[in-house]
């Protein structure tokens, strides 16, 4: 830094060098993408148009026009919409279930189960998926074993993942069993930041375990958990790996979901306009359910 | 410990016990999956333990399907440099969002 340039300035000047590198890497991998993507949503731009170089031509958002009318959008919206929600629900439930037992004093080794509790989230999904696959397999998978044990013999065929009305269950269940570990270790920092004086005075002050826990521990973590809930919304939004691995969007479009439907437009039909014009309402519902989830989710300063 | 305790524990081990088979057990499934034989590895109904341990997968894997060390090579070659040039990036702006004043941010 040289000498004349006063203080605050250079201070703004160094930092605005060291960010370089990473606002060049931001623009060409992330923003120059999402630009040409949403222009090539416009366009009728197909396999051709790869081959020969030749630019897509403007055609007044057929692309749109085609998705909604063939009714895969609002199937694959809906889809989204319904994947999310279960999967959130659940592993909210789950993972404070999970967090509040490991977090109790009474609970010996509770360092161990946290430790062996973390196995599902290091397993690659792709991997996760296929260990499900195998559990509901319809032929000799050991879910349809138990449940026909468990049913004394009444349910002898079970095919959760080609069944349109239990596949998107079966594909949200190894959604649950990946991520539950993730929440549950960050639900449990939370839960130990709770400061024990007000959990005592609150003791003192004859509040019950469940009132300690709505006015006590709830607004404490309420900001780990906006973070946690707003963390898994991406997540499963975007999830890919996990449908295109276990039904590939099938049986029927049963599971296909806006990631899913993305692909298929671009990469198997060949249409990369259409898959575009997915990929920009997709980003869009996601902004617009993220928006909304800050809004009606304002956390109190504690403070 | 009064018996409100004594039930309390008693269902938080309940949970703990429930979720962890549900985390935990695909992951013994895969293991002994993997110690099976291939014939009793397809049997209906499933064996909960080997009948007869077998590491002729793991065998199969490493010498006759030579390509799985490359697939793990090309593995460790993608975390590396991920990791690397992500470091390298994210020092140099965390310095910069961090340290300094009136900068950007």
Redesign the interface.
């Known amino acids: 830094m040289k000498r004349s340039i006063s203080g ?2 250079g ?2 000047l ?3 060098v ?2 370089i ?2 606002l060049l ?1 931001a623009i060409i991998f992330i923003l120059v993408p999402i630009a040409d993507s949403i222009i090539k949503s416009f366009l009728r731009y197909g396999v051709k148009n790869i081959i020969s170089g030749k630019p897509g031509v403007w055609n007044n958002g057929a692309n749109y026009a085609k998705l909604v009318s063939s009714g895969m959008l609002p199937n694959a919206v809906r889809n989204t919409l319904w994947f999310v929600a279960f999967v959130i629900l659940f592993q909210f439930l ?1 993972g404070m ?2 967090a ?3 977090n ?1 004093k ?2 010996r080794g509770a360092r161990l ?1 946290r430790s ?2 973390m ?2 989230w290091v ?1 690659p999904t792709v991997i ?1 998926a296929l ?2 696959m ?2 509901f397999q319809p ?4 879910v349809k ?1 138990l449940v026909a044990l468990l049913s004394g013999g009444t349910v002898t065929s079970l095919a959760v993942l080609n069944n349109p009305q239990t596949a998107l269950g079966g594909v949200a269940v190894a959604a649950l ?1 990946k991520q ?2 993730l929440m549950t270790l960050l639900l449990l920092a939370g839960l130990q930041n709770v400061p024990a004086e007000i959990v005592e005075a609150a003791i003192i002050d004859g509040a019950g ?1 469940i009132r300690r826990f709505f006015h006590v521990t709830m607004p404490y973590m309420s900001s780990v958990i906006k973070v946690t809930i707003s963390m898994s919304i991406i997540e499963n939004y975007k999830q890919f790996p996990l449908f295109w691995t276990m039904t590939g969007g099938g049986p029927d479009g049963a599971t296909t979901t806006l990631a899913i439907l993305s692909y298929r437009e671009a990469f198997v039909s060949m249409n990369l306009g259409s898959g575009a014009a997915v990929t920009t309402l997709w980003m869009v519902l996601m902004i617009v359910t993220i928006s909304l989830y800050d809004k009606v989710f304002r956390t109190p300063d504690l403070t | 410990m009064n018996k409100r ?1 004594i039930a ?2 008693m269902l ?2 309940a ?2 016990l429930v ?2 088979v ?3 057990f ?2 013994y ?2 293991v002994v ?1 993997g110690l099976k034989n291939n014939m009793e590895a ?5 064996t909960f333990f080997p009948r007869l341990l077998s590491l002729e997968s793991f065998r199969s894997l490493f010498v006759e399907n030579n390509q799985f060390f490359v697939y793990y090579g090309n593995n460790f070659l993608v975390s590396a440099w991920t990791a690397a040039i992500c470091c390298v ?2 020092v ?2 965390g ?3 961090g340290s ?6």
């Open positions: 605050k300035q201070d703004a160094y930092s605005f060291l960010t590198p990473a890497l789950l279930a999970l509040l037992v490991l109790a009474a609970m189960f062996l509790m196995m599902p397993v996760s260990i499900w195998w559990l032929q000799y998978g050991l074993y069993w539950i570990p375990p | 305790d309390s524990l938080a081990w949970v703990l979720i962890l549900f985390l935990l695909p992951i499934w895969m999956t397809y049997e209906y109904p499933p990036l994210a140099f702006t310095y910069a969002s300094t004043t009136g900068g950007p941010y």
